[in-house]
């Protein structure tokens, strides 16, 4: 899930993205020069670990069911009797796809379900019309696959972290002239 996220913001921003795992976040090294960003699962959590009076910017996520939804209505009326597959390293992912795309009306025998974690999960992928995944899954299909990302962070989100880098960078000094020599 933390390469998900930072690959997403690292996709909408300019500033260098950087993940931990919650022990490590506190961390002074972590928190120099640093906007500290958790999902909604982990911030309170997180939130006792950090030092008393640091800013947490909770990101906003999709919810998958309607996202989810809206990408398959667009793709599958010309493809409901067509090999589709799901592949993520992400279970929950995997599970509501499945839930998702049966519902939107392709039939089970047409789906065709990876697990990222395993070996050989690229295996059969190319025999897809499409392939529903995330953004890091995305990367990593065989070059023949047709990809239809599902993207984890709200647009919201995005919006508030690019207002924040702006932010950050209109504050930044400029940078002093030498004089000529």
Known sequence: M??????????????????CDPAHCASPEMLE?????????KAEAVRKLLPAGTELTVLQVQAISPAL???????????????VGIASRWQEFQQLA?????????????LFVRDATLPGWK??????????CDVVVAQ??????FPIVFRLLSEASLSELRAM?????????????????
Do not use: F, W
């Not at 990593?140 to 696959?145: G, T």
């Not at 880098?165 to 020599?181: G, V, Y």
């Open 2 to 19: 933390r390469r998900i996220v930072t690959l997403e913001m690292e996709e909408n921003l300019a500033l260098p993205v950087t993940g």
């Open 33 to 41: 020069r640093s906007i500290p960003v958790v999902l909604p699962s």
């Open 69 to 83: 939804q809206a990408k398959l209505q667009r793709y599958l009326p010309e493809h409901s009797s067509d090999l």
């Open 98 to 110: 499945s839930i998702m795309i049966v519902a939107a009306g392709l039939a089970q025998e047409n």
């Open 123 to 132: 295996r059969g992928l190319e025999t897809t019309t499409g392939v529903i």
């Open 140 to 145: 990593e299909l065989p070059q023949r696959c």
């Open 165 to 181: 880098e702006t932010a950050l960078s209109e504050k930044r000094p400029a940078p002093t002239s030498r004089p000529a020599l």
